[in-house]
């Protein structure tokens, strides 16, 4: 572990109010491990075992579903300083429902699930403290699920755009803004064709309603109809 490394998990909510020193002492309790994966290798496969926490030191990963198909849900992404598979490890899944990709170079830490969600026999002080950051992580993460399930649930893939950026403007305070995906993630995101979703965006630009250019968006004027 660098010093950098402890600089990004400082930022991590899992470790929130917690100092240097007890960090260091807590990643040696919780039987952690850093790994690095290259820009499109798997860190976690649907069907593992579901045993880890993990956190991004460096890079991105993304959180994906493959339904029987192999047509591909995108359910997240993990940037510096935050969590993924918390909630399936902690949920005692015996498997990963869910597959996890390295979106470029990635160094990620791996933390024992078991380790985590368990007082140790030493009593560290700061474990209840991790405990109910975990708790807080999870229920953040279980409200943007609920704000995705009211993105997918729209009929077209218009509504379903539109109450995405709309979503996104509120959420940034402003008409204009960037979000996290391209066009291949955000048609992954809001489960759409990105053929059909691109079109929308276009005939969306013709129609004065919204200006773009890649993961760049400026909301015109709302169509209420």
């Not at 902690?90 to 990635?106: H, I, K, N, Q």
């Not at 649930?153 to 402003?174: I, W």
Request: charged share 25%.
């Amino acid at each position: 572990m660098t010093t950098s490394d402890y600089g990004i998990l400082s930022t991590c909510p899992l470790f929130a109010d917690l100092n240097e020193e007890d960090l260091r002492l807590m990643l040696g309790c919780l039987g952690s491990r850093t790994a690095r994966y290259p820009k499109g290798a798997a860190v976690f496969l649907e069907g593992d075992a579901a045993e880890y926490v993990g956190i991004v030191l460096e890079g991105a990963v993304t959180i994906v579903q493959d339904d029987f198909f192999g047509n591909r849900n995108l359910i997240g992404t993990a940037l510096p300083g935050e969590l993924f598979a918390e909630a399936f490890s902690c949920a005692g899944l015996e498997r990963l429902p869910v597959s996890v990709f390295a979106e470029r170079d990635t160094a990620v830490l791996l933390l024992d699930c078991r380790r985590v969600l368990q007082v140790c026999s030493s009593g560290c002080p700061f474990h209840h403290r991790l405990i109910a950051n975990l708790l807080a992580v999870v229920s953040r993460k279980n409200l943007a699920l609920n704000r995705k399930i009211r993105f997918v649930s729209q009929r077209t893939t218009r509504e379903k755009l539109m109450s995405y950026l709309l979503d996104q403007a509120k959420q940034q305070g402003s008409d204009h803004f960037e979000i996290p995906f391209d066009r291949q993630a955000l048609a992954d995101f809001l489960a759409v064709e990105r053929s059909a979703m691109s079109a929308e965006i276009s005939r969306l630009r013709k129609e004065g309603v919204l200006e773009s250019k890649g993961s760049w968006f400026r909301l015109v004027e709302v169509d209420r109809e």
